[in-house]
């Protein structure tokens, strides 16, 4: 059974740093795109950062530029979010979506599996 499961999350002072981890089970995560998306409370899921199945290729959000890096490890079935200079609005669960694909499509619903998510809350 294919299954994602995010860890890494927890409570962080402002300025602090995360390393999210999505790790994948029942299948081959080499073949797949992964995503990293999040959701406030109140707000609409969005999308934080994507990287091909290769590795070869990175997106952000504006918002997280210059602050997050995804990285994936394929020989360890497993992908990486390392959040610095965590802010209070980057607080929300994250998540890690499967896109069977060697590209990061933009649409939400390519992404046909999803961990459980992870909370981040960033505050002093």
């Known amino acids: 059974q294919l299954q994602l499961v995010e860890s890494g999350g927890g409570l962080v002072q402002p300025g602090g740093s995360l390393r999210l981890s999505c790790a994948a089970s029942?299948?081959?995560?080499?073949?797949?795109?992964i995503g990293w998306f999040r959701q406030a409370p109140g707000k609409e899921r969005e999308g934080v950062s994507c990287i091909n199945s290769s590795g070869g290729y990175t997106n952000y959000a504006d918002s997280v530029k210059g602050r997050f890096t995804i990285s994936r490890d394929n020989a360890k079935n497993t992908v990486y979010l390392q959040m610095n200079s965590l802010k209070p609005e980057d607080t929300a669960i994250y998540y890690c979506?499967?896109?069977?694909?060697?590209?990061?499509?933009?649409?939400?619903?390519?992404?046909?599996?999803w961990g459980q998510g992870t909370q981040v809350t960033v505050s002093s």
């Open positions: 029942g299948f081959t995560l080499a073949y797949y795109a």
């Open positions: 979506a499967a896109h069977l694909a060697n590209y990061c499509s933009g649409s939400l619903s390519a992404f046909g599996s």
